[in-house]
């Protein structure tokens, strides 16, 4: 099985076109763990599954563990909307985000850039929760901020 862990990992990497330095990088552990890994000396822990869970988090962890199902998860259904109307558009296509929309009034515009082209300083004590992009095949992607608490 650990072989099979291995080159699930090393498909990853292949996959985002990342060297094992890169990769090691970006899941955020030492270079000489995944060089380990991908070498056959040692397996990969736990820690490690989970930090690669949280640097991909579009790779399904079941097939990451198990090797079961597809690497990446389906996030959107690739059926294009019809109305006008994007909100009524994305409603029917991710109807659990209706829920999670904020109360009317409490959406701000953007800050916009002053004379010189730079942004205000935002002074807000309010936590980003989740940040969500909608991408034009109908696909998107959720980023949830690492909280040190």
């Known amino acids: 099985m650990d072989s099979d862990l291995t080159s699930r990992i090393k498909k990853i990497a292949q996959e985002y076109g990342l060297t094992s330095t890169a990769f090691a990088d970006q899941v955020e552990v030492p270079r000489p763990v995944i060089s380990h ?3 056959g000396r040692n397996r990969a822990s736990l820690e ?3 930090k690669v869970g949280i640097a991909f988090p579009e790779v399904d962890l079941g097939w990451l563990v198990y090797g079961k199902g597809q690497m990446l998860k389906k996030v959107a259904k690739e059926v294009p ?19 999670e929309r904020p ?3 409490l959406v701000s515009e953007p800050p916009k850039p ?4 730079k942004l205000p300083e ?4 309010r ?8 991408y034009e095949d ?3 992607e959720e980023f949830w901020p690492l909280r040190n608490k």
Request: glycine share 4%.
């Open 37 to 39: 890994i991908f070498s």
């Open 48 to 50: 490690v599954m989970q």
């Open 122 to 125: 935002v002074n807000s004590k």
């Open 114 to 117: 002053d004379q010189t082209g």
């Open 81 to 99: 909307p019809k109305e006008d109307n994007v909100v009524a558009a994305s409603e029917k296509l991710l109807p659990e985000i209706k829920e």
């Open 138 to 140: 109908n696909s998107f």
């Open 103 to 105: 109360a009317a009034g």
């Open 127 to 134: 936590e980003v929760r989740k940040i969500v992009y909608f």
